[in-house]
């Protein structure tokens, strides 16, 4: 379904970290897993006297992917390619596929619609799909697509002036994306929740001017959103001066520590400085107060940025940084001419991970291992740190179809949908044209069969063949294999894979490990991809049904439900288990008319 340079939409585990401040409210729950959804991770915060004292929730990004643990550390390295047969880890069998069929035939290419992605990665050179019809840096639109120099995809929330260029270089890539200037390119944006209230505000003030009213639901929903929103922003508000404060102090004491020869930026190095002046000893004992209360370097400009985010954008009625920045006529619900072709964007820590669970490169001894060996990413960069515009999503589908994708990832998704019959039209375009689209179910412990999640597979009001909705499941099979922060749903959730604590590509040649529904989903179209590699031929509706239906299903495992209480393992999606690469290519190869080159590959 992002905002600080880390934080962009997952999930944990409650982490304590006390933190001493002068006043706070008692109560400032949801600073959500998806935007606009509610997300209760704030514990309760302790009174004594004037001072109180927070306990530390877990830092999620806009997606609601959790980006750090107290439960890290136990899962084996690329633990989501493992099989539960040979390595009793609850993988999707990757690496027992590729032994058994060989390496795939076709390549194929999968569209990651997201925040970004840094294609200039280590480890995703030579995985990156390149537009062979485009001159990079020509200004012109050599391949007739509608959109100029999209050398590696295109970005819907840059201005024309944000364009990137491109030099030639020895990666395996062999061209360089130059970003373009930040200043055009949007990176946090309002939610959905705050843009309603604004629309029905805006109707309101027309209606009146001719005499008229809102409708008496339309006063009630205005009335109830508006007291969310301000709640929201007052709470964020609240705590982005905390964290800005306490960013001030460190940033103030770690200036003189540099300055004086300090290299590294933890506890240990700092409590190890030994002071040569006041000044000094005042520098350490200010930075020394950050740290003690458990804040890491990063993190101290992660929660000043996560909460910066929510005040002035998120909940930020007044904010419209989208009509300055893109200058598209945000009403005009089929313009596509708009957007630049910086697909890395000022952010694109989300989807840098996402594209390397999918496609990053295998066995070079380096970081980890994708899923599929025969991918080429193709980037769109559509969802920002915030609610992604449903104008946006379709046109981003309607590109990677036009562009010759077969799978599309969308780790991203909100609570409301203005203009959902556009995106239902793109999804039906994708169908018709025989593209899978695989979409993560979300961050909220919620059930989607209750609960409104967007986008989803309905078209009409009937669910498509060409959609799969991927929920989230840990490494080891037992009470605890659904991740706790996924949304589930017995008929709107269709299948479970890794999700929690996966390792994968980060900005700037890092690494990172992050949960959430936003890393099961790539995990699944990376199955999607890879299965379409033996089998060009396939369609979505029998690739969805084999992915689906080939898992062993848990049907007598009692696990702990991420809603609340005990429920078999059965009941949280329709096929009521977890991706298997290996079962759903196994099983569409089963019959007699196995494609020839794939019997070769398994002698």
């Given at each position: 379904m992002y905002d600080a340079p880390h934080l962009r939409g997952k999930?944990?585990?409650?982490?304590?970290?006390?933190?001493?401040?002068?006043?706070?409210?008692?109560?400032?729950?949801?600073?959500?897993?998806?935007?606009?959804?509610n997300s209760k991770s704030f514990s309760a915060i302790k009174a004594k006297k004037a001072n109180f004292q927070l306990h530390k929730f877990t830092l999620k990004n806009a997606k609601g992917d959790i980006l750090s643990s107290s439960e890290d550390g136990d899962e084996p390295k690329d633990w989501f390619n493992l099989s539960p047969k040979e390595d009793s880890i609850q993988g999707v069998g990757t690496e027992r596929l590729y032994k058994t069929f060989g390496q795939p035939f076709d390549e194929v290419i999968v569209a990651v619609?997201?925040?970004?992605?840094?294609?200039?990665?280590?480890?995703?050179?030579?995985?990156?799909?390149?537009?062979?019809?485009?001159i990079p840096?020509?200004?012109i639109d050599d391949d007739n697509n509608g959109y100029v120099d999209d050398v590696y995809g295109w970005n819907f929330i840059g201005g024309k002036k944000g364009m990137a260029r491109f030099e030639k270089d020895n990666s395996i890539n062999g061209i360089k994306l130059i970003k373009g200037d930040p200043a055009y390119q949007v990176n946090s944006d309002t939610l959905e929740l705050t843009r309603e209230v604004k629309r029905l505000r805006e109707l309101k003030e027309d209606l009146a001017k001719d005499g008229y009213y809102l409708l008496?639901?339309?006063?009630?929903?205005?009335?109830?959103?508006?007291?969310?929103?301000?709640?929201?922003?007052?709470?964020?508000?609240?705590?982005?001066?905390?964290?800005?404060?306490?960013?001030?102090?460190?940033?103030?004491?770690?200036?003189?520590?540099?300055?004086?020869?300090?290299?590294?930026?933890?506890?240990?190095?700092?409590?190890?400085?030994?002071?040569?002046?006041?000044?000094?000893?005042?520098?350490?004992?200010?930075?020394?107060?950050?740290?003690?209360?458990?804040?890491?370097?990063?993190e101290v400009y992660e929660y000043y940025e996560y909460f910066k985010a929510q005040s002035q954008y998120h909940y930020n009625l007044d904010s419209d940084t989208r009509s300055e920045i893109v200058g598209d006529n945000i009403n005009d619900k089929y313009e596509r001419?708009?957007?630049?072709?910086?697909?890395?964007?000022?952010?694109?820590?989300?989807?840098?991970?996402?594209?390397?669970?999918?496609?990053?490169?295998?066995?070079?001894?380096?970081?980890?291992?994708g899923v599929a060996s025969n991918v080429k990413i193709m980037a769109i960069r559509a969802v920002p740190n915030?609610?992604?515009?449903?104008?946006?999503?379709?046109?981003?589908?309607?590109?990677?179809?036009?562009?010759?994708a077969k799978v599309i990832n969308m780790s991203f998704g909100k609570s409301y949908s203005p203009y959902k019959s556009v995106v239902e039209e793109a999804?039906?375009?994708?169908?018709?044209?025989?593209?899978?689209?695989?979409?993560?179910?979300?961050?909220?412990?919620?059930?989607?069969?209750?609960?409104?999640?967007?986008?989803?597979?309905?078209?009409?009001?009937?669910?498509?063949?060409?959609?799969?909705?991927?929920?989230?499941?840990?490494?080891?099979?037992?009470?605890?294999?659904?991740?706790?922060?996924?949304?589930?749903?017995?008929?709107?959730?269709?299948?479970?894979?890794?999700?929690?604590?996966?390792?994968?590509?980060?900005?700037?040649?890092?690494?990172?490990?992050?949960?959430?529904?936003?890393?099961?989903?790539?995990?699944?179209?990376?199955?999607?991809?890879?299965?379409?590699?033996?089998?060009?031929?396939?369609?979505?509706?029998?690739?969805?049904?084999?992915?689906?239906?080939?898992?062993?299903?848990?049907?007598?495992?009692?696990?702990?439900?991420?809603?609340?209480?005990?429920?078999?393992?059965?009941?949280?999606?329709?096929?009521?288990?977890?991706?298997?690469?290996?079962?759903?290519?196994?099983?569409?190869?089963r019959d007699t008319q196995v494609p020839y080159r794939v019997q070769l590959a398994e002698l």
């Open positions: 999930q944990m585990t409650s982490i304590f970290k006390p933190i001493t401040i002068i006043s706070l409210t008692a109560s400032i729950a949801s600073y959500a897993s998806y935007p606009g959804h619609i997201d925040s970004g992605v840094d294609v200039n990665h280590e480890d995703l050179q030579g995985k990156i799909w390149i537009n062979k019809g485009e840096n020509n200004n008496p639901e339309e006063v009630k929903k205005l009335k109830e959103l508006t007291k969310i929103v301000e709640e929201k922003n007052a709470s964020a508000k609240r705590y982005y001066g905390i964290f800005k404060d306490k960013k001030d102090i460190y940033d103030s004491g770690l200036k003189v520590l540099i300055a004086a020869g300090l290299e590294e930026y933890t506890i240990e190095a700092v409590n190890k400085f030994e002071p040569q002046n006041e000044e000094q000893t005042h520098a350490k004992r200010k930075v020394l107060s950050i740290y003690q209360q458990d804040f890491s370097h990063d001419d708009y957007g630049n072709n910086d697909v890395i964007g000022p952010d694109s820590s989300h989807g840098t991970h996402v594209a390397g669970i999918i496609a990053a490169a295998r066995n070079n001894g380096i970081g980890m291992n915030g609610d992604e515009r449903d104008k946006d999503v379709a046109n981003s589908i309607y590109y990677a179809v036009d562009n010759g999804v039906e375009y994708a169908r018709s044209k025989g593209v899978l689209l695989v979409h993560a179910a979300g961050n909220d412990s919620k059930d989607l069969d209750k609960n409104d999640n967007f986008p989803n597979k309905l078209v009409n009001g009937e669910p498509v063949e060409n959609w799969l909705e991927v929920g989230a499941s840990s490494y080891l099979k037992g009470p605890f294999l659904p991740a706790s922060f996924s949304n589930f749903g017995k008929t709107t959730v269709d299948i479970f894979a890794p999700g929690k604590n996966i390792h994968a590509t980060f900005p700037d040649n890092k690494y990172k490990t992050i949960s959430g529904t936003s890393m099961a989903s790539p995990v699944v179209a990376g199955v999607a991809a890879l299965i379409i590699g033996y089998l060009p031929e396939v369609t979505p509706a029998q690739l969805k049904e084999a992915i689906m239906y080939s898992t062993v299903r848990q049907t007598n495992l009692k696990v702990v439900s991420p809603g609340s209480g005990e429920v078999f393992f059965s009941e949280l999606s329709v096929s009521g288990g977890v991706a298997n690469a290996f079962e759903a290519l196994n099983s569409l190869t």
